[in-house]
Every structure is written in C-alpha cells, then in structure tokens.
Nanobody, 127 residues
Framework: VQLVESGGGLVQAEGSLRLSCAASGRTFSNYAMGWFRQAPGKGREFVAAISWNGGSTYYAESVKGRFTISRDNAKNTVYLQMDSLKHEDTAVYYC?????????????????????WGQGTQVTVSS
C-alpha cells in the first residue's frame, strides 16, 4: 500500500488543521491505521490510531481531547483533525498502515507495528 499525506502547513496557536492520508494499492479496510509525528531532534512518537472500521480509536495523552482520528474506507483515506493546536505540536506528521486482515478490530500504537509509512507532512504552530 502507498500512503500520501496532505494538509500540513503553518497555523497559529489555538488554530486547527486537518491532515489527510490517501492510501492506494490494496483493500484499505484490511488495514489498521495510525498517525505519528517527529519533532526536530526527537524520535518518532505515536499520536493516534484507528481500527479497520473506525470503531476503535486510541490517542496519545498529549493530544487527547484536541485531536480526532477518523477514516473513510470508501475513499481510502484516514484523517487527523487537529484543534487547539499548541507550539509543541510542531512536527512532521506521518501516516502509517498495517495489514491486519478482514474485520479485525485492533489499534496499533508503536512504530514497529506498522509496515507502511507515508513521506510525512510538516505542521508548524506559531506561538
């Protein structure tokens, strides 16, 4: 599966952005999806994850209540709605996918869980 992120950019603190990740290549609904981010000089960290049908989601504590992950299997796309952005949310955001099978409900929260990654999209929050 190939993943292409979009929607990043420069936003003021307390603003909002919506990231999209378009997938191609295989049956999208067979994949658990996640978002990760990497700030300059830091490792890649988990942000949010979603199961095959969106029925289960999980968030990092740092974004809980501010970010929302969702997916549209008909459009082969996963989204990350980011509200109340903070300067510390500044990072390159990556979309990730892992084949889990048909109707398998699982959320994956660590980088080794995922086999496929997008190229990343920059999010910069000015304070």
């Amino acid at each position: 599966v190939q993943l292409v992120e979009s929607g990043g950019g420069l936003v003021q603190a307390e603003g909002s952005l919506r990231l999209s990740c378009a997938a191609s290549g295989r049956t999208f609904s067979n994949y658990a999806m996640g978002w990760f981010r990497q700030a300059p000089g830091k490792g890649r960290e988990f942000v949010a994850a979603i199961s095959w049908n969106g029925g289960s989601t999980y968030y990092a504590e740092s974004v809980k209540g501010r970010f929302t992950i969702s997916r549209d299997n008909a459009k082969n796309t996963v989204y990350l709605q980011m509200d109340s952005l903070k300067h510390e949310d500044t990072a390159v955001y990556y979309c990730a996918a892992q084949l889990v099978g048909t109707f398998i409900t699982v959320v994956l929260t660590t980088t080794p869980n995922y086999s496929y990654w997008g190229q990343g999209t920059q999010v910069t929050v000015s304070s």
